[in-house]
Nanobody, 115 residues
Framework: QVQLVESGGGLVQAGGSLRLSCAASTNIFSINAMGWYRQAPGKQRDLVASIISGGNTNYVDSVKGRFTISRDNAKNTMYLQMNSLKPEDTALYYC?????????WGQGTQVTVSS
């Protein structure tokens, strides 16, 4: 069973930066669907950014120009670089992969942005 371990969350002031990492227990080279989601208290889990094996990326409008998703296949790791953070970015961030039709989630890492 594939395991995902997120790290890099924390408390940061508005305007600051964080980089989230998602380490997979399997080779991610052939995994096409990978992404980062977030869930704020009382809200549903929403897609933040996604990346496919060819490197094409997709972002929700609210983070375009501020967040960058990337993947390092050699390290089996996906990243989310978050710049110019805003209080509304506060949430529990989850990484996700879809492999052979099976979706796997990480345990989540908390990002808190103070104003």
């Amino acid at each position: 069973q594939v395991q995902l371990v997120e790290s890099g969350g924390g408390l940061v002031q508005a305007g600051g930066s964080l980089r989230l990492s998602c380490a997979a227990s399997t080779n991610i080279f052939s995994i096409n669907a990978m992404g980062w989601y977030r869930q704020a208290p009382g809200k549903q889990r929403d897609l933040v950014a996604s990346i496919i094996s060819g490197g094409n990326t997709n972002y929700v409008d609210s983070v375009k120009g501020r967040f960058t998703i990337s993947r390092d296949n050699a390290k089996n790791t996906m990243y989310l670089q978050m710049n110019s953070l805003k209080p509304e970015d506060t949430a529990l961030y989850y990484c996700m992969i879809k492999r052979y039709g099976v979706i796997t989630w990480g345990q989540g890492t908390q990002v808190t942005v103070s104003s």
